[in-house]
């Protein structure tokens, strides 16, 4: 089936550090890739996508490259911020599914002054 | 920015009763959508509802859930008879039908005592 693996959290970091975020995923067919954030106390928001091999989705600072021979979509950024601490969902959607999005645990971030 | 509102930020019931979770969409978007996110586990859809029906619902989505639309502003959930594994963070989200263009709530979270 199809399944979205993100990897465990919490993750803490300091200011300016770099961030990695692994995400993996199984799917049939050719699904679309997507990064969510959940700022504390506000709703999912799309942060980035991808919606074919070697994409390259980005925002905010944030990059992360669909790779289909890895299977995976890695959420990456060079230097974080107090404001970026956050839940990180990674997730997937099958063409022909609208708005059914397959996600993953997410991945809370702290971001220590 | 419009947004989706959803309450109460937190209800609490006793096994077998029931709730009704209330969202309020963005007013211009047709399809509507719940999710939830078990404590731990993975954010799941559980169904999608355009032109006052159930286009698509999950396993999860039996016979003790419904939603509708009753009034053309709120979008609804019932669960009939709550269950404790029914204690969760529940997720409204609207759009135009472009998965990319989910618009989310910050979410109920239901505890069922």
């Known amino acids: 089936g199809n399944s979205v693996t993100q990897m465990e959290g919490p993750v803490t970091l300091s200011e300016e550090a770099f961030l990695t975020i692994n995400c993996t995923y199984t799917a049939t067919g050719y699904p679309s890739l997507f990064w969510y954030v959940q700022y504390p106390g506000e709703g999912l928001q799309l942060l980035l996508k991808a919606t074919k091999a070697d994409d390259k989705g980005s925002n905010k600072g944030f990059e992360a490259t669909y790779r289909k021979e890895t299977t995976s979509f890695h959420l990456e950024k060079g230097s974080v911020q107090v404001s970026d601490s956050a839940v990180y969902f990674c997730a997937l959607s099958i063409g022909g599914s609208q708005g059914n999005l397959i996600f993953g645990k997410g991945t809370k971030l702290s971001v220590k002054p | 920015e419009p947004e989706v509102t959803q309450t109460p930020s937190h209800q609490v019931t006793q096994m077998g009763q029931e709730v009704i979770l209330r969202c309020v969409p963005i007013s211009n978007h047709l399809y509507f959508y719940w999710y939830r996110q078990i404590l731990g586990q993975k954010v799941e859809f559980l169904v999608s509802?355009?032109?006052?029906?159930?286009?698509?619902k999950s396993e999860i989505f039996d016979d003790q859930f419904s939603v509708e639309r009753p009034d053309g502003s709120n979008f609804t959930l019932k669960i009939r008879s709550t269950k404790l594994e029914d204690s969760a963070m529940y997720f409204c989200?609207?759009?135009?039908?472009?998965?990319?263009?989910?618009?989310f709530g910050s979410g109920t979270q239901l505890s069922v005592l």
């Open positions: 509802f355009y032109n006052n029906e159930i286009s698509e």
């Open positions: 989200a609207g759009g135009d039908g472009v998965v990319e263009k989910l618009f």
